[in-house]
């Protein structure tokens, strides 16, 4: 399998509801989401992203498009096409009165996972949850209900799992635990997709990503040739203190940072950083200390989404 989920021209139009005008929330998206990587979908609030996911749990009926699970299409074969994918959602609703196992031996009797093949031990373990196992999920903190939500989606041991803003809100040590069973999912071979609005997280965790705005796809790239687009470095420069500069490459824009340091961003496909060294060099400015920052996914984010 070369590509875990293929998407062609998916649209999504949300009716009109009383004085509510129709939404075209999705408006023709082309994507191929390769097995076995962990991909990430960005954009804004409101871009569609949620539809989309909701599209591919086949919680929202698509208007047009199609969608090919693992192999199979959603509409020819939706059984097979929802049973390769697992979904952990946002929300935090949950039976008050189930326990985590409980949980999960109903959610593995919707999809059919005969007793036998079901892993609820093992899955209760993996989320942390295992001395928490037969408490009311109404005792249950916001992080536990997550990690919940997490098994729930494994129950079935899904090709790919759906990740919906996964640790929005979670403290530091929860998002740590989620990213290391992500990691050890994937490392077993499992398609990861996830959407999140921490952008320096998307940027460590994912091989791959999708910029969608306004119910487009922007980009899809992988993380390195998306943060290479941005034709931007800059140079941080220890000079011992302020010092007067000589004039530097045409492009090349120094600034005085609080801390004394000298930061001279410059497009390096015009520049070569020994360019501006060899300029401060031959000027005398003393350089003690050097390093190279690279433009992070947030600027290429919001270059992406301008407008
Ligand atoms: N059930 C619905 N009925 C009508 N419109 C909807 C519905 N769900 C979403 N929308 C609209 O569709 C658009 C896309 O929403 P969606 O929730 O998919 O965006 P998102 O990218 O997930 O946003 P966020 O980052 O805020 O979660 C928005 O304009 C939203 O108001």
Redesign the pocket.
Known sequence: MSNALEILGLRKT?AA?GR?PA?E?LKGIDLAIPAGSIFGLL??????????I?TLAGLVNKTAGKVTIWGFDQDVNPRQSRAAIGVMP?ELNMDPYFSPRASLEVQAGLYGVPKSERWTDELLALVGLTDQANAYARNLSGGMRRRLLLAKALVHRPQILVLD?PTAGVDITLREMLWQNVRRLNDDGMTIIL?T?YLEEAEQMCDEIAI?NH?QLVVQEGTRELLARADGKTLVIDAGGRVALPSLPAGAHPEWRPDGQLAISYPPSLIRADQLLDALRGAGVPILDVASEQPDLEEVFVTMTRG
């Open positions: 949300y509801q509510v939404k929330a954009g804004p609030n409101g871009a569609g992203k949620s539809t989309l909701n946002q803003e959407t609005h969608i119910g």
